[in-house]
């Protein structure tokens, strides 16, 4: 129990559960987590937004890591933070 899953073409696709693992997913995904029946469950909720229009948010620097990020239908994904046009890369 305690399964993430996410609706993806009309089925159910459980979420893999690994060590050390974070699962990352827009909050618009259709998601369910499955009944715990056994220990406990935890979860962390964040909210990440840009403001384009935020001198400090225009200014970022470049980035320090990569996110894998596995697709509800299977496929990997590889998402990195990439600087704004005219900024370097440090």
């Known amino acids: 129990g305690g399964d993430l899953q996410f609706r993806f073409g009309g089925n159910d696709v459980n979420a893999s ?36 229009g935020s001198e400090v948010d225009r200014e970022l620097p470049a980035p320090v890591c990569n996110v894998q990020v596995n697709h509800p239908d299977g496929r990997a994904l590889q998402l990195r933070w990439a600087p704004s046009e005219g900024q370097s890369k440090q």
Do not use: C, K, N, Y
Request: a positive charge; zero cysteines; charged letters at 20%.
């Open 17 to 52: 559960r690994e060590a050390g693992q974070a699962i990352m997913f827009p909050s618009h995904a259709t998601h369910r987590v499955t009944p715990v029946t056994r220990g406990e469950r935890h979860s962390l909720v964040l909210w990440l937004q840009l403001d384009t």
